[in-house]
């Protein structure tokens, strides 16, 4: 353990994506964006761009600059790439969430926001791919949760490329027909994209290996995820070049999306299968907090591939597509996120405070580090909140899809203070806290152990 690298800025990622998912949940609980305003309306994309980039792919972009190295078994290309991209990101997403306000009219159209933060959005995501790509180049070898990571890069391309693709047509910096026609009819794509090729199908690799390591199950490397890998590539493929080829040939996406759909359900099938295989697998019998909750992620994972279905078969997913998306963006994605975060602050913060002094002495363990019936609690609650959120949208009661909302940000708030608890060692017994030669952490750095 002493050996592992720390990334300096991590915890300075999570905490700019944390404060991005309560500013979502704040927006939401009073009204801004969907349901109360058109899918397509500008606060409704404000929202959106705020889970999207703010939350989920800072988050994203964290733990992958923590733990790919671990994944495939060599250092981090660079430390230094890591702040530049974080700047950039964040900068690059507050010149979005103000060109989306000039498009509503409630600023004056003098500074073209939407071209500078395309340029600062696709500088961001540059930063961290480089540093991604060039630390797997280097790497003696490609387990398959890293190649499940290669896909999600991919799919992070395409969403970025299109992404400031639509910002320069809406800016009116761009006129090209064909690039009009991919801003108009392209928005299914971005969103597989982005939902389903960068985040899900990253959060699969990374999962693969997270859940192996934190319940010591064995490493999965066997034919079905290899099938998982190999159906959701090409169902990515499918959606993303098959669509955009359709668009440009003046075509519709939507079969070219369907063909995906089937193919990205069977791997999504046999990515189940595998978590299965590894929670019955497992050497550690009491399975800690992050793991059970990991369980309701999947569930909700679940869920909406099964409402999407069951909508496409009665042909009203068009109707309810912002409950898929709400139920994927949330219950999947936020929920695997956010129980994972907080093995992951844990672990983290242990290491980087004990690592030095490990074994001198006595030191406490990471579980030590949490308490984890009290944070049980709130993981529950933003659960059912989710849940609840998601029936609200399905059954058009915009008043409790806000109320939803309100609890998913009591909830929250109370995880992100044990995530804040965790940090500063507020839970470690006062004999146990700092033996000698142990430093307790910064709250946004880390520091090489």
């Not at 999947?298 to 099964?306: D, E, Q, T």
């Amino acid at each position: 353990m002493t050996g592992v690298t720390l990334s300096r800025w991590t915890m300075s990622y999570f905490a700019a994506a944390l404060v991005a998912l309560m500013a979502a949940e704040a927006m939401m609980a009073v009204g801004y964006g969907f349901p109360a305003a058109a899918i397509a309306a500008p606060e409704t994309l404000i929202l959106v761009h705020v889970v999207a980039i703010g939350w989920l792919s800072l988050l994203m972009c964290g733990a992958l600059l923590q733990f790919l190295p671990v994944l495939v078994a060599q250092p981090l290309y660079s430390n230094a790439l890591a702040l530049p991209a974080l700047v950039s990101l964040v900068v690059g997403l507050a010149a979005l969430i103000l060109a989306f306000l000039q498009l509503d009219g409630r600023i004056a159209p003098a500074v073209p926001f939407f071209a500078i933060a395309a340029a600062l959005l696709i500088a961001g995501f540059a930063f961290v791919l480089w540093n991604l790509a060039r630390t797997m180049a280097a790497a003696p070898t490609m387990p398959l949760p890293a190649r499940f990571v290669v896909v999600g890069l991919a799919g992070v391309t395409f969403t970025v490329v299109l992404g400031a693709t639509f910002a320069l047509v809406l800016g009116g910096t761009v006129d090209y027909g064909p690039l009009v026609a991919l801003t108009t009819a392209g928005l299914p794509i971005h969103v597989v994209a982005g939902l389903g090729g960068w985040l899900t199908f990253t959060a699969m690799g990374v999962s693969y290996r997270l859940l192996a390591m934190f319940m010591l199950a064995p490493e999965l490397e066997g034919a079905t995820t290899k099938a998982a890998l190999l159906l959701g590539a090409a169902a990515l493929g499918m959606a993303i070049a098959g669509g955009i080829l359709a668009v440009l040939l003046g075509g519709n996406p939507s079969l070219a999306l369907l063909a995906a759909l089937a193919m990205g359900v069977l791997a999504l099938a046999l990515y189940g299968a595998d978590v299965l295989h590894l929670y019955r697998a497992r050497r550690r019998r009491n399975i800690e907090l992050n793991s059970r909750m990991a369980a309701y992620a999947l569930v909700s994972l679940a869920a909406s591939v099964v409402l999407t279905l069951l909508l496409l078969a009665i042909r009203r997913l068009g109707d309810h597509a912002a409950a898929v998306v709400f139920l994927i963006a949330f219950g999947w994605l936020s929920g695997l996120g956010l129980a994972q975060l907080y093995k992951i602050v844990a672990f983290l913060t242990w290491l980087e405070c004990y690592g030095p002094v490990l074994g001198k002495g006595p030191t406490p363990r990471v579980q030590d580090l949490v308490v984890e019936n009290r944070a049980g609690k709130w993981f529950l609650l933003y659960f059912i909140a989710v849940w609840a959120g998601a029936a609200a949208l399905l059954a058009g009661l915009p008043l409790a899809f806000r109320f939803a909302a309100a609890l998913l940000l009591v909830a929250t708030v109370g995880i992100v203070a044990q995530l804040v608890r965790t940090r500063r060692l507020a839970d470690v017994k006062d004999a146990a806290r700092l033996p000698q030669g142990a430093r307790p952490p910064r709250l946004l750095l880390s520091c090489q152990p």
